[in-house]
C-alpha cells in the first residue's frame, strides 16, 4: 500500500480527479431551484432541510463504505478531524440554506464562495502551504467586493441582503475548514469513510436544530423533493468532490468550485429574473476575481 501511494499520479487519474470536482460544483449550482420548489409546497426550516440532506449522504455513503476502505489505521487526532468534519458540514448546509432563504440567490451564493480565500488562508496553518501577499491582497479585493455586492449605503439596500450575506459568509468558513481537513485525513479514510462517519455527528446535530413544531407538521412531498435533489447534489455530489479533491491540490479544487456560483447565479437570473444591478455585478466579480487569484498558479 505504501508503494503504491508514493507512485507518481498518471495524467489520467488527475484529470478524473479534476472532472469529480467540477461535476461536483455544478450540480452544487442546482440547489436553489431544489430548495425554493420545496419550500413553495411547504414552509421548511434550513435545519429540517439540512437533516434531510444529511440523512440521504448518511445512507448514500453506507452503500460504498465496506467496499471502500483505508488499510490504514487511523489515530485518535484523525478521528477527532472527523468529529469536527461533521460540526463543520452541518453549520455549512445550514447557513447556505439560510442564506438562500434571506436573500437573492447571487447574494446567497456570490459570500459563500469567500470559501476559497478562507482555503488560502487557512492553509499555511492547515497543510503547512508557504502564505504570499498576493493571498492576503486577494482577501482584500473580494471583500471589497462583496460591500459593492451589498451596497449598504443605497436606499435600495435591504436588510434581508445583509443577513443572508452573513449567513453565506458563515457557511463559507466551515465549508473552507472541511475542506482544509479533508485534505489532511485524505491518506487515513477513503472518500466514502470521510462522508459516512462524519454524518454520525452532523445527522444527530441538525436534528437537534429542527423545531420540535416543524417535526409535528412534516410535509412528506416537500421533504420526498429535498430528498429527491440530495440524491445528486448531496450524495453523489459529495462522493464525487472528496473523490476528486484526494487526486488534485486543494487550490485548485477551489477553483474548480467556482462552478457552483456560475451555475446558481444564473439559474437566479434565468428562472426568478433576478438581478443585483451594475454595482452588484461588479462586486460579484470583484469576489471571484479574488477567488481566482488565491488558486491560479504562478508561472
Known amino acids: 500500500m505504501t508503494a503504491v501511494r508514493e507512485r507518481a499520479p498518471t495524467a489520467s487519474y488527475v484529470a478524473l480527479g479534476y472532472a469529480g470536482v467540477a461535476l461536483a460544483a455544478s450540480s452544487w449550482g442546482t440547489w436553489p431551484l431544489i430548495l425554493r420548489t420545496a419550500e413553495r409546497m411547504a414552509p421548511m426550516s434550513p435545519a429540517l432541510e439540512s437533516t434531510i440532506l444529511m440523512a440521504v449522504i448518511f445512507a448514500g455513503s453506507a452503500i460504498f463504505v465496506l467496499r471502500d476502505r483505508v488499510a490504514q489505521k487511523a489515530t485518535v487526532l484523525q478521528w477527532v478531524g472527523i468529529a469536527w468534519l461533521g460540526v463543520g458540514d452541518a453549520l455549512n448546509d445550514y447557513f447556505f440554506f439560510a442564506a438562500y432563504q434571506k436573500t437573492s440567490v447571487a447574494i446567497a451564493v456570490l459570500s459563500h464562495y469567500l470559501a476559497p480565500l478562507f482555503v488560502a488562508v487557512g492553509a499555511p496553518f492547515v497543510l503547512r502551504e508557504r502564505p504570499t501577499v498576493r493571498t492576503y491582497g486577494a482577501v482584500a479585493i473580494a471583500f471589497a467586493g462583496l460591500v459593492l455586492l451589498l451596497h449598504p449605503w443605497s436606499a435600495a439596500a435591504h436588510a434581508g441582503d445583509t443577513a443572508g450575506a452573513i449567513f453565506g459568509a458563515s457557511s463559507a468558513v466551515f465549508y473552507a475548514s472541511n475542506v482544509l481537513v479533508n485534505k489532511r485525513l485524505g491518506h487515513a479514510f477513503s472518500a466514502s469513510e470521510l462522508m459516512f462517519f462524519h454524518c454520525f455527528i452532523a445527522l444527530p446535530l441538525l436534528a437537534a436544530m429542527v423545531p420540535h413544531a416543524e417535526w409535528r407538521s412534516?410535509?412528506?412531498?416537500?421533504?420526498?423533493?429535498?430528498?429527491?435533489?440530495?440524491?445528486?447534489?448531496?450524495?453523489?455530489?459529495?462522493?464525487?468532490?472528496?473523490?476528486?479533491?484526494r487526486r488534485i491540490p486543494a487550490s485548485h479544487a477551489g477553483a474548480l468550485t467556482l462552478l457552483e456560483p456560475l451555475v446558481a447565479v444564473m439559474l437566479g437570473a434565468f428562472v426568478y429574473g433576478e438581478s443585483v444591478g451594475r454595482i452588484g455585478v461588479f462586486g460579484g466579480a470583484l469576489i471571484l476575481t479574488g477567488a481566482v487569484l488565491v488558486v491560479v498558479r504562478r508561472a
Do not use: E, H, K, Q
Open 218 to 245: 412534516f410535509d412528506l412531498s416537500a421533504a420526498s423533493l429535498i430528498a429527491l435533489g440530495s440524491v445528486g447534489p448531496g450524495a453523489l455530489a459529495g462522493l464525487a468532490f472528496v473523490w476528486g479533491l
